[in-house]
């Protein structure tokens, strides 16, 4: 812990889980840097207080009712919340700014999606910084998207899926960052400005490190000419269990701890990503012929139309006979560093991804929208530590593709990558690793203010 350096940072994470844990592990990082800390966060995904007392929190309204938030069409949570948090926030900071019994604020560190927040950011003068908790090859994608409607490409059609992207190398079109919306214009709309915004905050936080992403981090630096930090993977210095929004299911690391070592496939898509009933009856029946140990997250409302597994057949637990665990939410970095797990079956959301990279675990890439596809192609044709499963949800596929990475060569190679890349993040954070060297530029940055 250094010494307090009698500034104070004000944070605003957006209220989804992969935004939300990476926000705080920074938070919690500049916290053992000097800085006071404060959270401003919306009703909705509140993260919890109790979890960091050392943190000043305030909740503003977001105007959402329950079932907005649980809303599947997530493009117009974003755009709702967008134009609704505009007062609160604004007064939120307002009365921050007017506080003088604390610290003064150095600055504001946003979430890249709430681009309203740069205009009252320079309303009150305050600098702005962005994270932005997506790879960086992903963010570029989002960058050109107007390019690549100019020139085609989107929205997505069917018959194109597997044209070569030139533009953007390797994508193909099918890996372009598109989302499921009623209202792709609103989509448009928002990472336009989004992309508008943050070239026009006062720098870039990323989550990732340089020696993964070399030539997309060039690449940002052409396009956003603010500095850009590379200061990640944030779960090394803090894991993401504090910030879960789920009460995580401990019960799997004893049945883990009684399965052979390297055996074990986790499966797990994430908060958001859902799939439908025949898709979910498909994975099951893929996992349970494929004879390989498993270990299944299946968070509530995973399956569209379902609490939770009553689409699974009765008796399909115990037809496995212990070969199986399912739990409602996992403490995903704990399994991930057990012996016993040797592969991850995931929708590539980019904390995973990083986890996944640090734990040395190869995976199954199963991408559901936006910056997920762009991180599977990334991880199965450039890192090469992961299969892409491709084409329809199939039990026969599945089981393939399992075999393929839990019991042949294949899967073998990749293991021995993704654990050469392990060893790689073991030494960002020695002092002279390069995450390490670019946290203290940012200290150093944000003083300046
Ligand atoms: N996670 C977890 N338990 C689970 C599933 C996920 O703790 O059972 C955590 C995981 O470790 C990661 C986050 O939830 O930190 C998911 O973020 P990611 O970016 O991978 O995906 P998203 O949820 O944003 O789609």
């Known amino acids: 812990m250094e010494q307090r350096k009698g500034r104070q940072i004000v944070f605003f994470p957006l209220p989804l889980q992969g935004h939300i844990t990476p926000m705080l592990q920074l938070a919690n990082i500049l916290y053992t840097k000097g800085f006071s800390i404060t959270i401003i966060h919306t009703h909705f995904n509140s993260p919890k207080p109790s979890n960091y007392p050392h943190f000043t929190f305030h909740s503003i309204p977001d105007a959402l009712s329950e079932s907005d938030g649980l809303n599947s069409d997530l493009v117009a949570v974003l755009y709702h919340l967008n134009t609704n948090l505009v007062k609160p926030f604004h007064d939120c900071l307002a009365r921050l700014l007017s506080e003088d019994h604390k610290d003064p604020i150095a600055c504001l560190i946003t979430d890249a999606m709430w681009q309203f927040t740069q205009a009252v950011a320079n309303k009150h003068n305050v600098p702005r910084i962005v994270l932005r908790t997506t790879s960086i090859c992903s963010f570029l994608a989002f960058a050109a998207l107007d390019l690549l409607r100019e020139r085609g490409y989107m929205p997505l059609k069917d018959s194109e899926l597997e044209t070569p992207v030139p533009e953007l190398p390797p994508l193909r079109v099918q890996d372009l960052p598109e989302i499921k919306t009623s209202d792709l214009e609103h989509f448009y709309g928002l990472l336009a400005n989004v992309i508008k915004e943050t070239k026009a905050s006062a720098g870039l936080i990323?989550?990732?490190?340089?020696?993964?992403?070399?030539?997309?981090?060039?690449?940002?630096?052409?396009?956003?000419?603010?500095?850009?930090?590379?200061?990640?993977?944030?779960?090394?210095?803090?894991?993401?269990?504090?910030?879960?929004?789920?009460?995580?299911?401990?019960?799997?690391?004893?049945?883990?701890?009684?399965?052979?070592?390297?055996?074990?496939?986790?499966?797990?898509?994430?908060?958001?990503?859902?799939?439908?009933?025949?898709?979910?009856?498909?994975?099951?029946?893929?996992?349970?012929?494929?004879?390989?140990?498993?270990?299944?997250?299946?968070?509530?409302?995973?399956?569209?139309?379902?609490?939770?597994?009553?689409?699974?057949?009765?008796?399909?637990?115990?037809?496995?006979?212990?070969?199986?665990?399912i739990v409602k939410w996992a403490p995903q970095q704990e399994v991930l560093t057990h012996p016993a797990t040797g592969g991850f079956w995931t929708h590539c959301g980019w904390n995973s991804t990083l986890e996944c990279l640090c734990e040395g675990v190869p995976m199954i890439c199963q991408p559901s929208f936006g910056d997920q596809r762009v991180n599977a192609r990334y991880i199965s044709h450039v890192w090469r530590v992961g299969l892409h499963l491709e084409y329809k949800l199939e039990r026969v596929e599945i089981g393939r593709a399992i075999k393929r990475l839990m019991a042949e060569k294949e899967g073998e190679e990749m293991r021995n990558r993704i654990r050469v890349l392990r060893e790689k993040t073991n030494s960002l954070l020695n002092q002279t690793g390069s995450s390490s060297q670019s946290l203290e530029k940012l200290v150093t940055y944000i003083l300046s203010f």
């Open 206 to 325: 990323w989550n990732s490190y340089e020696e993964l992403e070399q030539d997309a981090l060039a690449t940002s630096r052409q396009v956003f000419r603010i500095p850009n930090f590379v200061i990640g993977p944030l779960n090394m210095y803090f894991p993401a269990a504090s910030s879960s929004l789920l009460s995580q299911d401990k019960s799997c690391m004893s049945w883990l701890d009684k399965q052979a070592p390297n055996s074990v496939l986790y499966v797990s898509f994430g908060s958001i990503a859902a799939v439908s009933e025949t898709e979910f009856l498909e994975i099951a029946w893929g996992l349970a012929n494929s004879n390989q140990p498993f270990l299944w997250v299946v968070r509530p409302g995973l399956v569209r139309g379902s609490e939770w597994l009553e689409p699974l057949p009765s008796g399909f637990m115990e037809m496995l006979g212990g070969r199986g665990h």
